[in-house]
């Protein structure tokens, strides 16, 4: 159903999580990131409410090995989720309950921490970890989507995947990257990764025009005067 990876970007101390998914909109509803706190990822069965919560208690100065402990105490129904969770320092930890769907698989990482649910192989979360730490040299957003090409590449779901996305935080308090293909018949993951090559060189635009208009660059569109 679902394979990703959580990341910290030990230069620029980004923040990120890349997913795709056979179901629709995977992006609206599994990955959460939270600047100076963390990233995160709830999926399999997905309860939506479990990714926030995850960054509430890490805010609130708690671990994330403490955190998946709390949310396993504290929620009904937790054999049916999947959970990923990484600090603002690195730090990792995950749940994979008792009634996860088909072939599962985690794997872990200097500052990265992928899993996956209904795979073609119980090794790609490994496959996407060592693309992600083998190209150190990218751009934090390139890693992550390299890895997730890797994943895909690799084998992927046991079935066909429908939707993609990735979200990424830095220094603001909303994502500097929020990209997502919410349903594509034919290649969501490359789809997602040419959206990204689109979106790169005005990145920065954006987050200038949120902080100081005066500084921005002009839009360059018609009617822009």
């Known amino acids: 159903m679902t394979f990703s990876l959580v990341a910290r970007c030990e230069k620029t101390k980004m923040l990120g999580v890349v997913i795709s998914s056979s179901s629709i909109s995977v992006a609206s509803r599994c990955p959460w990131v939270r600047a100076g706190v963390g990233a995160a990822a709830t999926q399999n069965v997905t309860d939506p409410s479990l ?114 996305g990735i979200k990424v935080v830095d220094d603001t308090s909303w994502p500097l990257i929020d990209l997502r293909i919410d349903w594509s018949d ?3 993951i490359n789809e997602l990764y040419k959206l990204w090559k689109a979106y790169e060189p005005q990145m920065q635009d954006y987050k200038s025009r949120a902080l100081d208009p005066t500084k921005a660059p002009s839009y360059g569109v018609p009617g822009d005067l």
């Open 186 to 188: 034919k290649d969501p």
């Open 51 to 164: 990714g926030n919560l995850m960054l509430d208690y890490l805010e609130q100065g708690m671990s994330p090995e403490k955190v998946i402990e709390k949310i396993k105490k504290e929620k009904t129904n937790i054999d049916y989720r999947q959970l990923l969770l990484i600090d603002n320092f690195g730090n990792l930890s995950s749940h994979t309950g008792n009634n996860i769907l088909g072939i599962h698989g985690l794997a872990k990482g200097s500052n990265c921490l992928a899993a996956g649910n209904m795979l073609k192989a119980k090794n790609i979360p490994e496959i996407m970890i060592n693309s992600f730490v083998e190209n150190s040299n990218l751009f934090f957003p390139e890693r992550l989507m390299i890895s997730l090409k890797a994943g895909l590449d690799a084998g992927g779901e046991a079935g066909p995947v429908h939707s993609a």
